[in-house]
C-alpha cells in the first residue's frame, strides 16, 4: 500500500513578520487608519479568497484585484450571475492552473481583463546579462514592448506603496521570493492591503490562507524579496499597479484636496509637498495608457492632457522647486525609461494640473522647451 505523504496544517509565522490579527498586528491597522493609509484594504478584504491550488497564488491575486475594481467578465459564473474566479480568467491557460505564472504572464492577463496595469522589475535585472525565458505566448494581437522591463529605485517603491495605499481604485500587486520573507516555499504574489507610513510597515494579502494568515513586514524587507532572480525566466520579481483601463478620476479622489490645502498654506519659501511625487503616480499611469493604447502621439500629451485643467499658477517657480525633488525626478525616471521624451513631457503635464496655471498653446510649446533646458534633456 502506497504510504500517505505528512499532511500540514499551515506554518508558523516568521518572527520578522507579525500576523495581522495579532496584537501588535492590530495596533498597526489602527494606527494606519488614522493615516488613511489603508484605503485600498477595504475593497480587497470584501473579495479575500485563498488560492484555487497551491500554484496560484498568481491568478488568485488578479481576481481579488478584478472583483474589488468591480470589472465585469461578461461571462457566466453560476446561474446568472457574472463574477471573476480563477476559471474563467481571460487569457488563463490550463498550464497556468497547474504551474502558476510568472509576472510576465500576471502582467499579459491583466490586460486581457480590461485593466490598466504597470509592471516594475528589480534593478537587478539589469546588473547582469538576462534573456527572458518565457514571454506570455499569446495568440491575440496585443500590445506588448518585446524585451522592454520598467525597473524600480527603493523610493519608487515606497511611492507605489503610498500611492496605492491612499487610494480604493489604485492597487498594487508584489511578485516576491518567500525565501527572503523567512518563510517556506520560493516566488509568490500578495496584493498590498495598505501601510503604516510612519514605522515603514505593509500589509500583505496572504492568498495561500491555508499556509500564513495576513502579515506586516517592513519596507525594506518586501523589497528586497523582489531582488532574487526567477529561475523559471531569469528575471528578477516585481510589482504591479493596477486600476481601470483610463480611469481619468483616480487622481481626483487624492490630490486635489492635498493640493488645495498646500497651496493655501504654502509661503514663498515653503518646498512642494512631499506628496507630490505620491500624486505624480496617479497621472504617470494615465499618460501612459494612452501611449501604451496608441490613442495619443507621445509628443501631443502635454497639450492634450494639460489644457484640460483650470488653474493657475507661475510654472518658473514650480520649475525651480521640482527641479530639486530627487525622489520625483527617480519616480518619473523609473516609469517613463522606455519614453525619454516624456520626462519633460509629463512634467510639463504636471506643472499645469497641480499648480493651477492656464496657459495657451503657444505658451504651453515655450514652457515645454524651457524645460527639456533646465533639465538638461
Not at 4 to 10: E, G, R, S, T
Not at 216 to 239: E, H, Q, V
Not at 289 to 309: C, D, G, K, W, Y
Amino acid at each position: 500500500m502506497q504510504q500517505l505523504k505528512q499532511l500540514v496544517y499551515m506554518r508558523q509565522m516568521p518572527s520578522n513578520l507579525i500576523a495581522f490579527s495579532s496584537k501588535e498586528g492590530k495596533r498597526l491597522f489602527k494606527e494606519a487608519l488614522d493615516q488613511n493609509t489603508m484605503e485600498c484594504y477595504f475593497p480587497l478584504a470584501e473579495q479575500f479568497i485563498t488560492q484555487l491550488h497551491p500554484t496560484t497564488c498568481g491568478s488568485t491575486t488578479l481576481v481579488m484585484v478584478l472583483n474589488a475594481l468591480k470589472i465585469d467578465p461578461g461571462v457566466q459564473w453560476k446561474g446568472i450571475w457574472k463574477w471573476y474566479t480563477e476559471e474563467n480568467l481571460h487569457g488563463l491557460k490550463k498550464e497556468h492552473l497547474e504551474n502558476g505564472i510568472d509576472l510576465d504572464a500576471f502582467s499579459h492577463i491583466a490586460k486581457h481583463n480590461k485593466v490598466a496595469i504597470q509592471t516594475f522589475y528589480h534593478p537587478n535585472l539589469y546588473e547582469q546579462q538576462y534573456e527572458q525565458k518565457n514571454f506570455y505566448d499569446c495568440q491575440q494581437n496585443c500590445t506588448r514592448i518585446q524585451n522592454q522591463h520598467k525597473i524600480a529605485s527603493l523610493q519608487t517603491f515606497y511611492t507605489c506603496l503610498e500611492a496605492s495605499s491612499r487610494m480604493d481604485r489604485l492597487f498594487m500587486v508584489v511578485n516576491n521570493s518567500r525565501k527572503i520573507m523567512g518563510q517556506t516555499g520560493e516566488g509568490h504574489f500578495s496584493p498590498i492591503g495598505g501601510i503604516h507610513l510612519k514605522e515603514k510597515k505593509v500589509m500583505l494579502f496572504d492568498v495561500a490562507r491555508f499556509k500564513y494568515p495576513p502579515q506586516w513586514c517592513d519596507f525594506d524587507l518586501l523589497y528586497n524579496s523582489i531582488a532574487p532572480i526567477d529561475k523559471d525566466n531569469n528575471m528578477t520579481r516585481g510589482f504591479a499597479l493596477i486600476t481601470k483601463t483610463l480611469d481619468y478620476d483616480i487622481q481626483s479622489q487624492y490630490s486635489r484636496q492635498v493640493l488645495q490645502d498646500w497651496f493655501k498654506n504654502k509661503t514663498e519659501t515653503s518646498d512642494l509637498p512631499n506628496q507630490l511625487s505620491v500624486i505624480f503616480v496617479y497621472y504617470l499611469f494615465i499618460v501612459l495608457q494612452r501611449i501604451e493604447m496608441q490613442i495619443t502621439n507621445i509628443h501631443t500629451i502635454p497639450f492634450q492632457l494639460a489644457l484640460r485643467e483650470e488653474s493657475r499658477y507661475n510654472i518658473d517657480q514650480a520649475l525651480i522647486q521640482i527641479k530639486g525633488q530627487k525622489n520625483l525626478h527617480s519616480l518619473i525616471s523609473d516609469f517613463t525609461f522606455q519614453y525619454p521624451d516624456l520626462i519633460t513631457t509629463i512634467s510639463c503635464l504636471l506643472y499645469n494640473i497641480l499648480c493651477g496655471y492656464q496657459i495657451s498653446h503657444r505658451e504651453l510649446t515655450e514652457e515645454y522647451e524651457l524645460m527639456r533646458m533646465i533639465l538638461a534633456i
